[in-house]
Structures are given as C-alpha cells and as structure tokens.
C-alpha cells in the first residue's frame, strides 16, 4: 500500500547522517547522465551502486531518446549545458518488453508511436535478425542494436555537437544489463567526438541558423 512507502521513506531518513542532506541542498554535480528503461527491475543507482547526485537519470520505455521527443531532449540539453556532464551512458537491458512490442504485429495502443523508432532499427539490420533462429536471441539482439542506435543518435544531435565545438568533452557509451545476473556489459560503442558521426549529420561551427539561411 502507499503508506508503505511513506513509512519505509521516514525509516530510511531516520537513518541517514543529517550531514548527508545538508550537502544535497547544496547543488548537484552528476559525472554522468543516466538514460535507461522505465523498468522495475533496472533500478539505476542501485545497480551500479551510486548515491543520490551521482547520476542525472532518464528513463523511459525501452531507453529512447529521439530527436522528435522534447522530453529528452530537454534533460540531454540540460545535462551537457548546464550540469557539463562528461559522459552519457545509454543503458538498456536485455528481455526489454518495448522491444519486445516492437517486435510484435499487435496494436498495443498509443505505445505503438514510441516504438515505431525501434521498428525501424530493426528494418535497418533486419538481415542480421532475420538469421537468428531463436526467437529470444533475436530479441536480445535488438536490444543492443536499439542501444547502439541511441549512441549514435545522441552524437548527431545539435546539443552534443555544440558541446564539442564549445571544447566541452563528452563520451557516451552504451552498455546494457543482463536481468539474469546483474552484471552490465559494455557493447564497445562509444563515441566522444564528431569525427565519429556520420557528415551528413555534423553541424559546422560557423552554420546559422534556418531562418537566417
């Protein structure tokens, strides 16, 4: 019940060395932004063992953040300018039930429009996919595929580019959680500099802006 939670709150203050609290009024300075899965089995501090103000967290259904989501892309702008964040992990999980939706022919509802990016990961790649027999494999597969996606589609977006021409240096990674014996593993994607996204999607230092064109 809700009151629970409340009681397990006052217990867990009562606990806490008041010094504690006092520092967290103070501000936060987070080394990383943490975006993740809404998913209760993936809780993000406790998996990596951090403390309030370690991690500036994101979570979403199935890890997303799009350039059409101004959610995300709101806590990304205000992690890299504000908070100078140094590293962006995109940290999803195997058994991922968004990606299993998007695996699915079934009309699931309006989730349906937030996993339509995820669909289209797996188009992209589905002639690796689609040569994996079983099904679970498949499955695990596009999480990490979904993952990758998200590195990559982090680096091209204006607010980390503009964070490199500022001189301000960012890494994000992509790493992923087994539910089955909750180690993390690192998927060696990481990209800290524009050189690694593609030229069709840098921005010069020098470009105006649209209505300026």
């Known amino acids: 019940m809700p009151h629970e939670l409340l009681q397990r709150n006052r217990e867990w203050a009562a606990s806490q060395d008041p010094s504690f609290f006092e520092a967290l009024t103070e501000g936060q300075s987070p080394r990383f932004l943490w975006i993740s899965c809404s998913d209760s089995r993936v809780p993000a501090n406790e998996i990596v063992e951090c403390h309030p103000g370690d991690l500036f967290v994101h979570r979403n259904i199935a890890n997303r953040i ?37 695996m699915e022919h079934t009309d699931h509802g309006l989730i349906d429009n937030w996993l339509r990016p995820i669909k289209r990961c797996y188009h992209q790649h589905h002639d690796e996919l689609d040569r994996i027999t079983d099904d679970h494999k498949r499955w695990d597969r596009l999480c990490e595929l979904n993952v990758i996606d998200q590195v990559e589609g982090i680096a091209s977006t204006t607010v980390v580019q503009k964070a490199w021409q500022r001189g301000h240096e960012v890494t994000i990674h992509g790493w992923i959680y087994q539910l089955a014996n909750g180690e993390i593993h690192d998927l060696g994607v990481e990209v800290d500099s524009p050189d690694q996204v593609p030229p069709i999607y840098r921005i010069s230092a020098s470009s105006s802006a649209l209505g300026d064109a």
Do not use: F, R, T, W
């Open 66 to 102: 799009d350039h059409d989501d101004l959610n995300g892309l709101s806590v990304l702008e205000y992690a890299v300018e504000v908070l100078q964040v140094p590293h962006i992990v995109v940290c999803g999980h195997y058994q991922c039930g968004g990606i299993k939706a998007a």
